[in-house]
């Protein structure tokens, strides 16, 4: 999973306060496509380049977590 993340592939997750990683439903969606292009054949680098590079950026922009607010 990590190296999905430090590829760009997928989004870094939120996090619980134990530490333990969140992934929202479309990220396992996107897993699910990903492992399917590999036992295609697919190589993880031909996998990146067929990811569109805005969808990751718009990925990250919705799971990161919102910036608190004072009260």
């Known amino acids: 999973m990590r190296c999905y993340e430090r590829r ?18 479309g990220t ?3 897993l699910t496509v990903i492992k399917a292009a590999q036992r295609l054949g ?4 031909e996998v990146a380049e ?5 969808d990751v950026v718009t990925r990250r922009r919705i799971y990161e977590p ?3 607010r004072k009260s």
């Open 66 to 68: 919102a910036p608190k």
């Open 42 to 45: 697919f190589t993880l680098e």
């Open 8 to 25: 760009g592939l997928i989004a870094e997750p939120q996090r619980s306060p134990g530490g333990h990683r969140a992934y929202p439903p």
């Open 50 to 54: 067929s990811i569109d590079p805005a």
């Open 28 to 30: 396992v969606t996107l």
